[in-house]
């Protein structure tokens, strides 16, 4: 049995990583703010700590003691906010980073892994795209994230054994369908399970790669097995593009709604990026992992929930 400290627990990939990690008996304590996630999302057996992980005196309330990893997924994670609020999500998202690494060292917890973004690319003319292209973020999310990869890249030095995984769009059940800033799939789904008009912030032909969240956790597994990796950062993706009108005509045909279905194309933002697909081969040798989940499986899996749940 391992001990293992998730940040951003209560959040849509951290309580889904907690579930599948206390499914084989391991002791999970998570830290969360409760800004964008839920208490309704902490999974039974997992002790809870209300925190801001931002804030130095927040360190004190986690529980001493040798973890076998720390999951660092607290973040402020919307690209929108992000724009409206530099200062508030480099605070949040390279801020809680900084005050975690020295965390762990002190507490003998050298195992870390911290969930990045595909966003630290910026925008790139080439598809799929792997970890050696140059990082030249276009958003300051993407500029916080690439930070905190490159400050754990310094913390190696101290004896730290980080590993950044570059997470593309990830969709499933549990994510926050109340959240209109963050995620594609889950904005666009509870607009259509509203029945309301659907607002399209750029152009149709813009692309994604769409990773199911359990296939995301199970990266993260891969990850947690190794004490270090061979590299330190790693893309967590399908390898498959998927363009904006693709991925509504999906969810409409999943919801058997009208193919003429209301949509509203509104003028993108300047740190919106065109297109995006992860090259995995890397993840794949190193760390032998493979995305199994297939898209239309995903959607159907995701929209079957979202019937269930209160938009
Ligand atoms: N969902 C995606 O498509 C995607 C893509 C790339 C990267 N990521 C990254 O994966 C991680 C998890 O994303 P998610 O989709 O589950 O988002 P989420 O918003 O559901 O989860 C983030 C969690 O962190 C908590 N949190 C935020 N700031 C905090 C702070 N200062 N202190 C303590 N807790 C705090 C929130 O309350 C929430 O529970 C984030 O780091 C995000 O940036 C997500």
Redesign the pocket.
């Known amino acids: 049995m391992a001990r293992y400290l998730v940040?951003?627990g209560?959040?849509?990939?951290?309580s889904c990583l907690s579930k599948s990690l206390l499914a084989d008996n391991h002791k999970v304590v998570i830290?969360?703010?409760?800004?964008?996630?839920k208490l309704s999302n902490i999974p039974k057996g997992a002790d809870f700590i209300e925190?801001?992980?931002?804030k130095p005196e927040s360190m004190a309330l986690l529980p001493t003691g040798r973890f076998d990893a720390v999951i660092h997924?607290?973040?402020?994670?919307s690209g929108y906010i992000g724009q409206k609020d530099p200062h508030g999500d480099m605070q949040?998202n390279v801020g809680?980073t900084m005050l975690l690494a020295p965390w762990c060292l002190k507490n003998e917890t050298f195992r870390f892994i911290y969930?990045s973004?595909?966003t630290v690319y910026g925008r790139k003319a080439i598809a799929p795209l792997d970890e050696d292209e140059t990082c030249t973020p276009v958003s300051y999310y993407g500029a916080s994230k690439l930070a905190s990869e490159n400050y754990l890249r310094v913390f190696a030095d101290e004896g730290l054994n980080p590993t950044s995984l570059r997470?593309y769009?990830?969709y499933g059940p549990g994510q926050?369908l109340g959240n209109i800033y963050?995620?594609m799939v889950s904005i666009y789904l509870a607009y259509l399970l509203k029945g309301e008009e659907l607002p399209v912030t750029g152009s149709f032909d813009r692309y994604r790669d769409f990773v199911f969240v359990e296939d995301v956790v199970s990266a993260i597994r891969c990850a947690l097995s190794v004490e270090s990796s061979p590299s330190l950062a790693y893309n967590v993706g399908t390898g498959v593009k998927t363009s904006v009108q693709e991925i509504i005509t999906a969810l409409i045909d999943a919801l058997d709604l009208p193919a003429d279905y209301p949509v509203q194309e509104i003028a993108g933002s300047k740190s919106d990026l065109f297109g995006s697909v992860a090259d995995v081969s890397r993840i794949a040798k190193e760390l032998n992992w493979r995305c199994e989940v297939k898209l239309q499986d995903g959607l159907q899996k995701m929209v079957e929930w979202a019937k269930t749940q209160d938009c």
């Open positions: 940040t951003g209560a959040g849509f990939i951290g830290a969360d703010n409760l800004s964008t996630g925190c801001d992980l931002s997924l607290a973040a402020q994670s949040g809680s969930t973004s595909m997470l769009n990830v926050n963050q995620g």
